[in-house]
């Protein structure tokens, strides 16, 4: 019983430990926490997510973009927050995500939203105070909690 008890309060550790490392590296935009954490999402959570992403439903959005060099079409879910005119996108690991800066390069893309595809355009980086009308309390805590510095903020066409 005690080795359950141990290996129980061991692993419990290790899971503070780890979000305490997450929180730390998203709150202060450290390159080399915010590189792993956007390459366990690329290798496991995106593969898993895109395939109902943006499904009516699905909790989570995805957004079609382009490479910036490549042209390549590449699909990246997201949580997509609807406004009156388009949607906001919080950015928990920053503006260096490789969606981010094709979006901000191309400056449109499609969102496709509760099985809805919607083109956008006008990319625009804000703070969050600047859309706090669209983010429950609960998200405006998330914000303050890991830091979040900038939003995406686009336009349908």
């Known amino acids: 019983m005690k080795m359950i008890v141990r290996g129980v309060l061991g692993f419990g550790l290790l899971v503070g430990v780890l979000f305490g490392v997450l929180l730390f590296g998203i709150r202060t935009q450290n390159p080399t926490v915010l590189r792993g954490v956007r390459t366990v999402n690329k290798s496991f959570w995106n593969k898993q ?8 439903g699905a909790g989570y959005s995805k957004v079609v ?8 079409e590449y699909e990246t879910p997201i ?17 260096q995500a490789d969606w981010v800066r094709n979006v901000l390069h191309h400056g449109a893309a499609t969102i496709v939203h509760d099985g809805e595809r919607v083109d956008v355009h006008r990319p625009v980086l804000m703070p969050p105070r600047d859309i706090e ?3 429950s309390p609960a998200a405006q805590r998330t914000n303050q909690l890991f830091g979040i ?7 349908r066409v």
């Open 133 to 135: 009308q669209w983010l």
């Open 49 to 56: 997510a895109i395939k109902t992403a943006g499904d009516p």
């Open 79 to 95: 949580d997509a927050i609807p406004t009156d005119d388009g949607f906001v996108v919080v950015l928990p690991y920053g503006t």
């Open 65 to 72: 973009h382009r490479g910036r060099s490549s042209g390549t």
């Open 149 to 155: 510095e900038r939003v995406l903020v686009v336009r």
